[in-house]
């Protein structure tokens, strides 16, 4: 069973930077995506970024494009998400999650692991 904890939520002013880190326990070294997902009050859940292990190959949202970047470090296995240029919409809970597997997708239920989540709020 793998188990997601995730860290580096708070809170910023927009323009601002923070850094979401997220630890994996009990994955192996089998190629997978890992990245997240956020959560705003009263919204759908909404992918944000992810990468596979092996080669790196990294996907993100088109709202988040060029202030997000993703980064693993396998042998930690561990996943971060360095966020930049933070503005109010970011607000939300962002989740860590892990799909087994490569094939990138932005559909949630084909995510197998979710974190419990770590708030992250932006204000104007």
């Known amino acids: 069973q793998v188990h997601l904890t995730e860290s580096g939520g708070g809170s910023s002013s927009a323009g601002g930077s923070l850094r979401l880190s997220c630890a994996a326990s009990?994955?192996?070294?089998?190629?997978?995506?890992m990245g997240w997902f956020r959560q705003a009050p009263g919204e759908k859940r909404e992918f944000v970024s992810a990468m596979t292990r092996n080669e790196g190959r990294s996907y993100y949202a088109d709202s988040v494009k060029g202030r997000f970047t993703i980064s693993r470090d396998n042998t930690r296995n561990m996943v971060f998400l360095q966020m930049n240029n933070l503005k109010p919409e970011d607000t939300a809970r962002y989740y860590c999650?892990?799909?087994?597997?490569?094939?990138?997708?932005?559909?949630?239920?084909?995510?197998?692991?979710w974190g419990q989540g770590t708030q992250v709020t932006v204000s104007s």
């Open positions: 999650v892990l799909r087994l597997g490569v094939i990138a997708t932005t559909e949630p239920r084909l995510y197998n692991y």
């Open positions: 009990g994955a192996d070294d089998r190629d997978s995506l």
